[in-house]
Nanobody
Framework: QVQVVESGGGLAQPGESLRLSCAAS????????MAWYRQTPGKRRELVAS???????NYTDSVKGRFIISGANAKNTVALQMNSLKPEDTAIYYC??????????WGQGIQVFVSS
């Protein structure tokens, strides 16, 4: 059974950087895509960045030029490098993995808090 484990996050001041990591374990199947979403209270979960198995990336406009999503050296891992953080980046960040089209799993979420 596939498990999704996130790490990283925490507290940062505006302008600082944080790095999130996500690993999908329990399968030999290479994920079709992996992505990071975020959610704040009262708002819908939104896509932050995604990475396909073919290396195609996609970013929401508010993080373009600041965040970088990349596949780590190990299979089925993805990292989100968050630079120039802003208070509005504060949210719970969720990793979503897609083993095959139409099937996905979520991580439990990890808190990112940006404040001076």
């Amino acid at each position: 059974q596939v498990q999704v484990v996130e790490s990283g996050g925490g507290l940062a001041q505006p302008g600082e950087s944080l790095r999130l990591s996500c690993a999908a374990s329990g399968t030999t199947l290479e994920m079709n895509s992996m992505a990071w979403y975020r959610q704040t209270p009262g708002k819908r979960r939104e896509l932050v960045a995604s990475l396909t198995r073919g290396g195609i990336t996609n970013y929401t406009d508010s993080v373009k030029g600041r965040f970088i999503i990349s596949g780590a050296n190990a299979k089925n891992t993805v990292a989100l490098q968050m630079n120039s953080l802003k208070p509005e980046d504060t949210a719970i960040y969720y990793c979503r993995v897609v083993p095959k089209p139409g099937s996905w799993l979520w991580g439990q979420g990890i808190q990112v808090f940006v404040s001076s």
